[in-house]
């Protein structure tokens, strides 16, 4: 049978054109590929092609004529040896042409449980601790993880010969050789993609950045490859991966050096966002981001890893990831903090004690999925709420925690949500301004003491 | 080997390339040929939407390596992909399904042309940011390094892509560590409307790992037997521990970068010189009449290829979209 050429659409948003000029003239023979007209509109020129054998049996809009809809017939191609149908009968064609589905309001569907997975807390550790620094915490979390998967392997910069910029590396290259823990150069984007493909093969890369500041130079690779890949695939191409390395500030390195990227990363679908504080979260948390299926930004900080926790001796102990962590119980206020800030925050609860103000402290442990639950149930216990983050104030995760706030529980707040930040600057070197810059225990106790009217 | 230009033609006996096989090619690059202008009839129809970037002219470059390949190898492009998804034997249908953005795409019509995978044909995408794939299909040989497989990883680029800087760091990293990887330069003169001399300083792009150590090739990849040659002796040189390789396939692309291309930078004499003189199919049917084959055996084919074309097609317009439940589904794997 006799097939049409429809009038084509070149984006789109294009609904007409004009026929610039036939190619072709009627009765010509035509084979599959071949060009028959050009088309125009304002932004571009496409020409149409045959898709199949057979002759030019009629052009039914003539070349020059302009507004021609999208999907209008303009020509009727005949099967070789076929009858060249009658002009009149073409009207009638033109209602068998396939029709782009129509564009229909679709209910939105709920996100249901799966937004918001009910992450039960781990159970209370009663067994043997040893006492160590965050730096061996991680390292011990990246060994057992060795031990236990042969296709666990650490990359970077310096994580072999050197034990690690920051020391967290020590002797993994001894224990396990040069083929799972694997010096690069210095060349953050390509060994953040190459973990990204070694993932996608199955491997687990644990891929170390010296710092979190230079991972913006491998941004594309964590957001577009790693996050969404799984998506885009339909479910086919998991990417599990571990990023990981000091976030925010450091002792006087200056801006290009110190920074919190926590919102940046918390902003994207995709990937699992952590900012463990205790040495027994780096290690449980470190293990339970090395075991899970999907990217993982793993924030930890220069100036906690030398700080000495109890740190649980069993092997198999992980911390859920995406659960918040009650650091202290409190009645009159509500402290939030991750990373090194919870070590503030519960300094400020000390100093509030003393002033009768009973603060409670969450740890939030997880950025991503963000532990609503707990947050909400504290506020809906204290009425207010304070939130506390070393990175920028605008558009970072007290901003995020004062919207959960306002939707989830905003008939419970006796007060403002306050926000303890560091300030809207890049981080200055001079030790009196970088002190001035980063928010200090005396901001906490402030900010408390004004959402507790006292 | 060394960087070389290659002139001398291909010897096709001495390849072990049997008639059967000549039958195959014709099919597979018939096949996307078919596929693409259906393709691109069916964007015209509203039935494709967004970035829909057709692979007609190139059909010797997949066709040609995927032939040099052998099974556990891998391979990732960019976004320029339905040629390499049909020439990885991925089926039309959930191709032109994906296109169309229905359920039985191949990624729930969640990645659309640009993004698609398939685990079992070792396909690793589909990538929509130039460049990107590189240090992705580094890091897919890396695993075959790590596992020592015997496995190779393929990895597609452009004359555009090749300029950015994570191929440079891929290339160095590939060198070092001696990659199973074949980097293949799908060289079609132009990166969207600029042209590579007013893009690259120098211009034969197969020296680009000179830096590296990398050895490289220039490929006449409008001639499918011309390709495979080239990518056996490139397979054959990754898989034997030389570490990485690259071919520069000279090539073109009848259509505009995407669907919406003014086409204001090259000629249209250009344009049909290629199609008229160096076509790669017309090519390779000309070789296979000369070789005895019949003009009904040939027919046979391109009629096969047509009906699958037109399946694929009817499949991709009578598939449903997605479930809206799918709004949710595959963002994170479950623990």
């Given amino acids: 049978m006799a097939t049409e050429v429809l009038m084509p659409a070149l984006s789109p948003t294009m609904t007409e054109g004009k026929i610039a000029r036939w190619l072709k003239n009627e009765g010509e023979p035509v084979r599959a590929g071949d060009v028959l007209a050009e088309i125009e509109t304002d932004k571009a020129t496409m020409e149409v092609e045959a898709i199949d054998e057979g002759v030019l049996a009629r052009i039914v809009i003539p070349e020059g004529t302009d507004h021609v809809a999208v999907n209008t017939p303009i020509a009727l191609i005949a099967g070789n040896g076929e009858e060249i149908p009658r002009a009149e009968k073409l009207a009638g064609t033109a209602k068998v042409r396939p029709e782009a589905p129509v564009e229909t309001r679709t209910a939105r569907p709920s996100p249901g449980p799966r937004a918001r997975p009910a992450v039960p807390a781990e159970a209370e550790y009663t067994g043997k601790t040893t006492t160590m620094t965050v730096r061996e915490a991680l390292r011990d979390a990246m060994a057992e993880e060795m031990r236990r998967d042969g296709s666990v392997f650490l990359i970077g910069e310096e994580v072999a010969e050197y034990q690690g910029a920051y020391k967290v590396s020590q002797g993994l290259l001894q224990e396990f050789g040069a083929r799972r823990v694997i ?15 070694a993932a996608f093969a199955g491997l687990r890369p644990v891929v170390e950045f010296m710092t979190f500041n230079f991972a913006m130079q491998a941004m594309d690779q964590i957001i577009n490859s790693a996050a969404k890949t799984r998506y885009m695939s339909g479910g086919q191409m998991g990417c599990p991966i571990v990023f990981r390395g000091p976030n925010g500030i450091a002792a006087r390195v200056a801006a290009q050096h110190s920074q919190c990227y926590a919102s940046w990363y918390a902003h994207v679908p995709g990937l699992k966002v952590v900012t463990p504080y205790t040495g027994a979260d780096h290690k449980g948390l470190l293990k339970a981001a090395i075991r899970d299926p999907n990217p993982v930004i793993f924030l930890e900080h220069e100036l ?13 102990l992980i911390v859920p990831i995406g659960k918040a962590r009650i650091a202290k119980v409190g009645e009159h206020v509500t402290i939030t903090a991750f990373s090194r800030m919870v070590k503030l925050a519960m300094q400020a609860a000390a100093e509030l004690e003393k002033t009768g103000i009973s603060a ?26 304070v939130s506390v983050e070393e990175g920028w104030p605008f558009a970072g995760i007290g901003a995020e925690i004062a919207a959960i706030v306002m939707e989830q529980c905003f008939d419970w707040l006796d007060a403002p949500l306050k926000r303890v930040a560091g300030q809207d600057v890049p981080l200055p070197y001079a030790a009196n301004l970088e002190r001035l810059a980063v928010p200090q225990v005396d901001d906490i106790v402030t900010a408390a003491r004004e959402a507790a009217y006292r | 080997m060394a960087v070389k230009r290659k002139s001398d033609p291909v010897k096709f006996d001495d390849l072990g390339v049997s008639s059967t096989e000549l039958l195959k090619y014709y099919r597979d690059m018939l096949l996307i040929r078919r596929f693409e202008e259906r393709a691109g009839q069916m964007y015209g129809m509203g039935l494709i939407g967004g970035f829909c970037h057709l692979y007609i002219g190139q059909e010797a470059v997949v066709v040609g390596m995927q032939a040099a390949l052998k099974g556990g190898d891998t391979v990732v492009t960019s976004y320029r992909d339905h040629g390499h998804m049909l020439a990885c034997g991925m089926d039309p249908k959930g191709v032109m399904a994906e296109l169309t953005g229905r359920r039985s795409g191949y990624s729930h019509g969640k990645g659309g042309s640009m993004h698609m995978f398939s685990r079992e044909k070792n396909f690793f995408g589909g990538h929509g940011i130039v460049g990107a794939q590189v240090p992705i299909g580094t890091g897919l040989a890396f695993a075959h390094h790590y596992r020592a497989n015997g496995s190779i990883g393929l990895t597609y680029l452009g004359d555009g892509a090749i300029n950015q800087g994570q191929v440079y760091e891929s290339f160095n990293m590939a060198a070092l560590w001696k990659l199973p990887i074949v980097y293949v330069i799908e060289n079609n003169r132009y990166g969207m409307g600029t042209s590579i001399d007013r893009a690259s300083a120098r211009t034969d792009l197969f020296h680009r790992g000179t830096a590296y150590g990398i050895p490289g090739e220039q490929v006449d990849g409008m001639n499918v037997l011309a390709v495979y040659e080239s990518g056996l002796a490139a397979t054959e040189h990754a898989r034997s521990g030389q570490g990485p390789i690259i071919l520069e396939m000279m090539t073109y692309r009848y259509r505009g970068h995407s669907m919406s291309d003014p086409a204001k930078y090259r000629t249209r004499d250009e344009v049909n010189r290629m199609r008229t003189e160096h076509d790669p199919i017309e090519h390779l049917r000309h070789r296979l009449l000369e070789d005895g084959a019949s003009e009904t055996q040939l027919k046979g084919i ?27 589904t595959d963002v994170l794997a479950e623990v």
């Fill in chain 1, 304 to 316: 906690l890893y030398g700080e000495s926790f109890a740190v649980p001796d069993d092997p198999e």
């Fill in chain 1, 360 to 385: 409670e402290v969450l740890d939030l442990r997880t950025l991503r999925p963000f532990d609503i639950e707990t947050v909400v149930a504290s506020v809906k216990k204290t009425n207010r709420i």
């Fill in chain 1, 183 to 197: 010096d690069t150069p210095i060349t953050e984007h390509g060994f953040a993609g190459l973990g990204v493909g």
């Fill in chain 2, 302 to 328: 391109e009629s096969q290829v047509r009906d699958r074309v037109a399946e694929a097609a009817q499949f991709a317009q009578d598939s449903t979209e997605p479930d809206p439940a799918e709004l949710w």
